[in-house]
């Protein structure tokens, strides 16, 4: 009895460090549910991506994902939790350009940095429209420059923050067409975007998802905006750019992340599955709807590449400006 009952012990040992082996098994990833930490709450545009992906990655790697909103400190505290999982793949962070481009140059007591994670792929790019409210006297670009001007520091120009993307766009317009303007920094876009609609506010710089339905009702104008090309949504604004303000050029943008250590393999698959969903017709309509633009990036490699070229462009701006976090 006392044999048998080694052998019972023996062959489950066994079994059990077979189902571990196959579970740590890079090449068998997913075998459960995987977490996609999304830093802000629900029902935002993020939160909307998110879920976006979580659906089709279930499609491509046929288990579920599941979408785990923290937020809070500028996109840290998702990021932090993000940072110190395990290195298995099935933690993931949908990361937004602040997180890595923006907060650490604001905020030298970040829990995390770039070095944690293991870039995946690239998802979508954000665009913005400068908007002014409806009776504003300029019309045009030209215009706003002529009258910001001659009436220095009198327009006031909303962001969501200090220190948000938001806010930096705004100081990137400043200076890119030599003017000032007086930064009234809200407690998110909702209220900046009330404010437009009142009229409270001279100007704002606003992701298209929020522009479009307000520019196309005639609650405010939009001047031009800040993507490389033309938007879809708003095909008759021109770009800063082909009104002669070349520098005058952002956008903010959702990759995905896993900590840093997580199997080659793992992060290999997961990007050759992201980039087969970002490439497809219905995910680029998706995110149109959104008033996002579908983005791929080749490689990891290309995803660290293109964050670190992000970084080093905002970092300059904020330590040249001076700009301080809220």
Known sequence: MRNRLKLMAAACTFLALGVQAQTADPAAWPTK????????????????????LAQRLREELGTVFVIDNRA?????????????????????LLSAGTTFTTNPHLNDKLSYKLEDFAPVAALCT??????????FPAKTLRE?????KANPGKINNATNGQGSMVHLLGELIAN?????????????????????????????????TSAVPNVNAGQYRALAVLSAERQPLMPNVPTFRELGYPSVLGETWYGVFAPVGTPKPI?????????????????????????NE??????????LAFTQQQSKMWGDLIKRLDIKAE
């Open 176 to 208: 890119g067409l030599d003017i000032k303007f007086t930064e009234v920094h809200y407690k998110g876009a909702a209220p900046a975007t009330m404010d437009m609609i009142a009229g409270v506010i001279d100007s704002n710089v606003e992701a298209l």
């Open 72 to 92: 809070g400190a500028a996109t840290a505290i998702g990021a932090s939790f993000v940072a110190r999982a395990p290195k298995d793949g099935y933690t993931l």
């Open 294 to 303: 579908s983005k791929t990036s080749a490689t990891p490699a290309d995803l």
């Open 126 to 135: 954000v665009p913005f429209a400068f908007v002014v409210k409806k009776d």
């Open 33 to 52: 549910p995987v977490t996609l930490v999304v830093p802000y709450p629900p029902g935002g545009t993020s939160d909307v991506v998110g879920r976006q």
């Open 267 to 291: 992060v290999d698959k997961l990007a050759a599955a992201i980039n087969r969903i970002t490439t497809t017709a219905s995910f680029g309509e998706a995110m149109r709807k959104l008033g």
């Open 144 to 148: 706003y420059v002529s009258y910001a």
